[in-house]
Structures are given as C-alpha cells and as structure tokens.
C-alpha cells in the first residue's frame, strides 16, 4: 500500500463514476509522539551568561529577575495565557525528554508480520450530491490460499448514506499466512437515478515473517539442551513478553536463565525497573537455553521411534504500545535417541587394583524394555584396536547370565586382570542375548588406576 | 506584527525594598540587576518575542541593534537570540553559518568576565549563555539527520563540562542550583536522542540515574511524578505494558490533590485502558481530565484518538477542531495537527481542501515556527 497510512486503492469494476469510494486506514495502536529537542530552555540558559550567578549580587536579585520574566514560570497556571511560551520553556526539566504523552495516529502503513493482528478503520464516503440506498458493504481479506469474510452486511444492509455522507467500520483479522494478502472492499447500492452499482475496491499488502529461530540440540550425559536462537526480522525492536518451550509429552522443559546483575538494594525505583527482554530491530538476537529431561524414567516408555520430538516454541512479543504478536514453531526433533534395550552400569570398582592381580568388578545388567530378554552372554571383546588387551577376563571368558523381566535387572561380578601399570581403561565388554541371537555393546568405559605391588 | 510596546516600568525587586541589614546600601538605580533590560538592552522585549514565538521580529531587531550594543557579553546575548531563531525556524544552514561566525570557540578568555575588568569589575566566569552550549550540541543532528550521533556525542561532552562546574568552591546557591538543572537538562536531551534511535535500554539507565537523583535533591514532587509518568510512556512505548502499569501505579501512590498531578494520574489510568483497548472507559478518563483542566492538551489530543478508534471519527474530528478554536495557543501543536490532519483524509474525500482552510487558519494564528509541513499538503 502507499506510505499514507491511509491508502488509496486500486478500482476494480467498469460502471462508470461512483458516488462512493472507500478510505482505509490501517489502525494499528497509536504512537508517543518523540520531539528530538523540543528547543525548551530554562530562560536563564538564554537571558544570562551561564556564570553570571556566581556574583552574589545577580544571585540576590535572582528572585526578582525571574519575577520580571514571566508569571508562569513558577509553574503552568495558564488559562489566561495567550502566549506560545510552552513552545519555549519548560515547565518541568523533564520536558526536555520531548515526550509530552501526546499520542499521535500511525502514520504510514507500515510492515505487517506474520503472528499480528491486521487492524484496519474503513470508511465508506458519498462523495456525490445524491443520496444512495440499499447499501451491502463487503469486506474480506484474500490469500494465495483462502478468503477470509470480515464483515457482510448483506443481511441487514445499511439503509442509505446522505449525501456528503460516511458509514465507517473497523475490521480485524489475525495474521496467519505469509505473501500477498488483498483487503477487498466492496459495495453493491442503489444510487440516485435508481441504478444498482456495483463498487469494488481493492488493497494489497505483503505479509513477511518476524523472526528466525534457529534451535541447536545438545546432548550432555542424561540431559538435552535446546538452544533458541531468536532474530528478529522486523523494523522495530521486538519486546519479547514470552518464550516458552512447550515440550512434548515425553519431555520437562526449564529455561535457564544467567544469573543477571541483580541489584542487592531491593528499594522503590528498582521494582519500576525490571529490566526488559528487547530484540532490536533489523537483525537483532537473544538466545534463550532450554534444560529438557524426559519424565518417563522406570515407567513404560512409548515407542522409541516417535519420541524424539522434543517439543515446541511459543513466542509472544509486544511493539508500540503492546501491539501484540504471536508465533509458535513447528516441532523441534532432538538428535535422534538410540534408545538403549539393555544398560550396563558399573556398580563397584575396588579403587586400588595391583598389577596381575585379580580384581572383582561389579556390574548392573538392566533390560530397559518392556518384554523378557534374555539369557545373555557376556565376555570381553577382544577385537579392540589396542595391539595389547590390558585388562583381560581372569578365569572363564564367557559369563552367562539368565534372563531378565521387563525393566528388570541383574547384578554380575567381572573377575579381571590387569597387565600394564597406571591409568587403564575397561573396553570391549559384549553382551550376547542368546534368543534373539543379538550383540550388544554396552559402551561402557571404565578407567581404573594400576598399581605396582 | 506590531512592535511590541516599550519595556515596562518594572516593580522593585525585594532586596531593594528592604535590603537587609547586612548588604551595604545599594542604590536601586544603579543596581545592575533589578530587571531584564539591565542585563542587556531591550531584553524583556526579547523575551516577550520569544514567548510569542515571533521568531522573524527577533532576528530583524537583532540587526538593528547589534551596533547599538555596548558591552561583550551584550554581543553573547544578542547572538543567542539570533541563533535560537534561526533554529526554530528551521533555517539550520544559515544558523550553522551564523555559530562559525562566532569569532572564538565558547571556552576562550574572551568570552569570561574577568577579561573586562573595567566592564565587569569584581566579576569572573564565563558570560556564554548556556543554551549556545546547547545548540552548538545540537545543531549537527538537526542539520541533517545522519549527524545525530554527532549530536549526542557533543552532549555528552557537555555533560562532563557541566558536571565539571559542580567541582567549582565559589558557586553560588543560585548558581549550584541553576548547573544543576542544566545537568539534568542535558541528560534529558540525551534520553530524547537515544528515544528517537529507539536505544532504549540506555535511555532506562539515564532515567533510573535521573529519578535516583529527583528522589535525593528535593525535587518537587510534580516534577518527580512527572520524569516517572515518562518512564511509564516510554515502558508502553516499546511494549512493556506491565512494567508501564507498575510505574504508574507507583505515580498513583504518590501523589497529592493538586490538578495538575491528578490529572496526570487520569491521563496515566486512561493509557492503561487504552492499551487494553477499553478505549470507552479511557475516554471517561479523558474527559474527567478536560473537566478538571480545560487546557490538557494532552488529554485532549488523546481523547480524540480513543473515539477514533471507537469508530467515531465524526467526534474525534470535532474534539480536535474544538480544542483549536477554544485554546488555540495551547491547543495548536504540531502532533495535534498531524492528528487532526490524518482523520480529514479519512474521512472526506475531498480532504485536500479542508486541510487548507486548516492551513489558511494555522498561517494567521500560529507562531513562527510552527511546522505546517505536518498538514502534508
């Protein structure tokens, strides 16, 4: 649309001159107007020297000096006042900020995003000398996609509009879709010499997306980290009011906040300054760090394959005067879980182990599905790439163990021997299920100190 | 315009009537500050123009009586005035001309009292008046808007020179009092720079820095409520409508019967509504406002914009160009216009005329350097 905020449109229809047309104007919220110096002075930064005062005699006769300049400068007491003097002084220094609180209408059209509401005054004008009648007013907005009615009056049609005449509405509509939208506008009336006329009026706009989030997944140990990271796109600075993860039913989410700088002094003026969460415009980040953990620890898990979505944004944020905006993401995938059906954990290692001598470890072998498996085998690998296995099963290789539950466990006691001093590592220990035929690598890796004797 | 009438008798000040017992007898007639006129020649006419915003009648009168003019700081004076008129009536080229006319930078010992002992015996310190400090700051940005940095740097330089004069041991009650406004007002300059760039986390330090003070130095609590209702603009402003909502309620337990400060507390209240989209209870507040105060243009202005948005545009047109007629020298204001202006090309067709005759009335009216741009004609 033009840079008016209120716009003219193109005319669709060939029935020669209507004595209608439409005025629109895009109503989103109203602005503080910003004076960048007002050019309001104290009158003594102008009348005086800025020194003068320092002379006890001019700082005496202050009082009366002031008195000479002008009655209200003690404050705006000015009904009688017929001066501009506002214009030039200040009644408070805070005037000199240039935001007096007046609120001044939007004045261009302006972008319009994906996620806000779409806001317009629309006003239909008899510009003729003529009364018209029977008056259906249509307006709907139109995608690439769909059409979207915003007000019909064709039920209940306005009766007539005076020569000279307006009837004004304020359609809205939320803004889902991105591209090309077209407001249309149309009415269907009868004019002065009894002729039904048929006025469409067409205005487009472009709607574009606000923000880029960017999300980066990190496993450490138990724990998944989700990184958002937010740009915002638009031409004004984006308060954010909320970025919530709403994690999938699988998952807890928490926001991880750095420690900000909070002040000790808990005073009065603090608790007006929380300090706010702006993204600026044109390409501006912040990064919000998301903790997840699954819920369903011990307790049946559903299907392993569909459990790696880990959830959704949902991001609300405000502009001028809370003009408010919403989003959410679509599904945010974790790194895909190789969900393990048999667990080793080390349950007890001795913590001083001589060389070649025999040291008992114990392990926990824990079926993490929800069926019977079992029994196992299990040895030590000896295929490892090390050219020397240092630490080496002491008596018989291959330990069998029965079956286990589900979601059961089994403890069992690995008799070692290690051959080489200082820091070693336990690799390479297999874990056989006999009946489904299936190997598994625990991947457990224990680092254990040897010992001279 | 007509000339103004001549400077006028002016009352005796209080020290001359009963000039305590400690002074020395001064004769009124030679004191050297008892009005305006004897500071410099015609000043309160000056100021009178000023006031009026007859901007043209200053520079003409600045040119004839510049070769009238007697002493240094006389000369200081005049080109303040010359210069701000300048300013005010957009003229920025020919006032940048005018400050590179100035034969010395503002900080030379020509410009300090103690250079002129025989004009100013026993005086010393600078004779600048501060607003050329001001505008030498300011003139850059206003120039030409890509030099607002320009702008903000050098006030920032005239903070710290401000700031400097506090160090000084021989300032005066009235002088400490007078720099510490200027301070205060240079940090308010500051923050509107920083508002415009929409730099608004710096502008919520500056003003937290300014209120900290306001609470310290027995500021007036009008003025404290005041610098806070800009806190709460500015919060709403980029979005923080909870943050806006605790400042002004933090307002609301402040402050006393007075108008001024309860209208101030119905204008906020009529903000919180608005944001909400209440606008019909923020028009109550309004208008409880304009009951109270007949000249709260800002009440006013605001009303107008809520009964717009109520769909009322007939109204609101009339609000506007009611408050024009009744109070024209507190009503007309460029945003007003603006306003005003946005709501003719909605709802007449032939808008271009009527924002003439608007126009026509504003060239009869309106001081100098009144904006008529903002009637986008």
């Not at chain 1, 629109?24 to 005086?48: G, K």
Request: aromatic share 8%; with cysteine.
């Amino acid at each position: 649309m033009s840079s008016s905020a209120t716009t003219s449109s193109t005319q669709g229809g060939s029935s020669g001159p209507h004595s209608l047309a439409f005025r629109v104007m895009r109503l989103c919220r109203p602005t503080f107007q910003v004076d960048t110096t007002p050019l309001r002075f104290d009158p003594f930064d102008l009348l005086a020297g800025e020194d003068l005062f320092d002379d006890n005699i001019a700082a005496d006769n202050f009082a009366s000096l002031i008195s000479g300049i002008d009655s209200k400068y003690n404050g705006p007491d000015s009904s009688s006042d017929l001066t501009y003097r506002t214009r030039l002084l200040l009644d408070h220094p805070s005037d000199a900020m240039g935001v007096p609180g007046l609120l001044v209408l939007p004045q261009s059209f302006g972008a319009i995003y994906l996620g806000e509401t779409f806001c317009s005054y629309i006003s239909i004008n008899n510009s003729s000398n003529f009364e018209v009648r029977e008056i259906h007013i249509k307006a709907e907005i139109q995608t690439e996609r769909q059409r979207i009615m915003l007000l019909d009056t064709s039920k209940s049609p306005v009766e007539s509009i005076r020569a000279g005449g307006r009837y004004d509405f304020i359609v809205e509509h939320d803004v889902k879709e991105l591209g090309a939208h077209t407001l249309v506008c149309t009415a269907l009336y009868t004019d002065n010499e009894g002729e039904r006329k048929y006025l469409p009026q067409f205005f487009k706009f472009m709607v574009a997306n606000p923000l880029s989030v960017r999300t980066k997944v990190r496993v450490v140990k138990d724990i998944t980290y989700l990184e958002a990271c937010l740009e915002n796109n638009t031409k004004s600075n984006l308060y954010m009011d909320q970025v919530d993860f709403e994690p999938s039913q699988n998952w807890v989410g928490t926001l991880l906040n750095a420690d900000l700088h909070h002040s000790q002094e808990a005073d009065k003026i603090r608790e007006v300054f929380k300090p706010p969460t702006l993204i600026r415009s044109g390409g501006g980040i912040h990064n919000y760090l998301y903790q997840l953990r699954m819920v369903s620890q011990g307790s049946p898990r559903t299907d392993v394959e569909g459990s790696n979505i880990l959830g959704k944004l949902q991001i609300t944020w405000r502009t001028n005067l809370g003009e408010p905006g919403r989003l959410q993401t679509q599904q945010i995938l974790g790194s895909p879980i190789r969900h393990k059906e048999i667990d080793l954990q080390a349950m007890d290692v001795p913590s001083s182990i001589s060389l070649e001598k025999p040291f008992e470890v114990r392990l926990n072998l824990t079926n993490q599905t929800d069926r019977l498996l079992g029994p196992f085998e299990v040895w030590l690998s000896q295929s490892g790439l090390s050219s020397e296995q240092v630490v080496r099963v002491n008596g018989i290789q291959t330990m069998a163990l029965p079956q286990l539950q589900a979601f059961g466990s089994s403890e069992l006691h690995l008799n070692l021997v290690a051959s080489k001093l200082g820091v070693q590592r336990i690799t390479g220990i297999i874990v056989f299920e006999t009946s489904e035929k299936k190997t598994y690598d625990p991947m457990l890796n224990l680092e254990i100190f040897v010992d001279a004797n | 315009m007509s000339d103004p009438p001549a400077a006028q008798p002016q009352p005796l000040s209080p020290t001359q009537s009963s000039p305590p017992p400690t002074q020395p007898t001064t004769d009124p007639l030679s004191n050297p500050y008892a009005t305006l006129n004897d500071l410099s020649p015609d000043l309160t006419t000056l100021h009178d123009l000023a006031t009026r915003g007859s901007w043209l009648t200053i520079l003409d009168k600045v040119i004839h009586s510049r070769p009238h003019l007697t002493k240094p700081h006389q000369h200081l004076t005049y080109f303040s005035y010359n210069l701000l008129s300048l300013i005010k009536l957009r003229r920025f080229t020919d006032a940048l001309n005018e400050l590179d006319s100035l034969d010395h930078s503002l900080d030379s010992p020509y410009y300090l009292y103690e250079t002129y002992p025989n004009h100013y015996p026993n005086q010393c310190g600078s004779m600048v008046p501060f607003i050329l400090r001001v505008l030498h700051a300011e003139l850059p940005g206003k120039v030409n808007g890509s030099n607002r940095q320009e702008s903000v740097d050098r006030l920032y330089v005239l903070l710290e020179f401000v700031r400097g004069k506090f160090g000084r041991d021989n300032l005066s009650n009235t002088s400490r009092a007078l720099w510490e406004k200027r301070e205060c007002f240079v940090i308010n300059s500051i923050i509107s720079h920083h508002l415009s760039l929409k730099q608004y986390a710096v502008c919520l330090d500056l003003i937290k820095g300014l209120i900290e003070k306001s609470e310290g130095d027995g500021s007036k609590l009008e003025e404290r409520m005041g610098l806070l209702s800009k806190l709460g603009y500015i919060q709403m402003q980029y979005g923080d409508l909870d943050g806006a909502k605790t400042t002004f309620g933090f307002i609301e337990k402040q402050v006393d019967e007075r108008v001024e400060l309860k209208n101030l507390v119905g204008r906020n209240k009529a903000l919180v509504y608005l944001v909400g989209k209440d606008y019909v209870s923020a028009v109550r507040e309004y208008d409880e406002c304009i009951e109270r105060d007949g000249n709260d243009v800002v009440a006013v202005n605001n009303k107008a914009l809520c009964l717009m948005y109520l769909r009322d545009l007939s109204d609101s047109i009339k609000v506007l160009e009611s408050a024009l007629e009744r109070i024209p020298t507190m009503a007309l204001n460029e945003t007003l216009v603006v306003n005003l202006c946005s709501m003719y090309e909605l709802a007449y067709v032939n808008h271009a005329d009527v924002k003439k005759t608007l126009n026509n009335w504003i060239a009869r009216v309106a001081p100098d350097d009144f904006d008529s741009a903002c009637t986008r004609i």
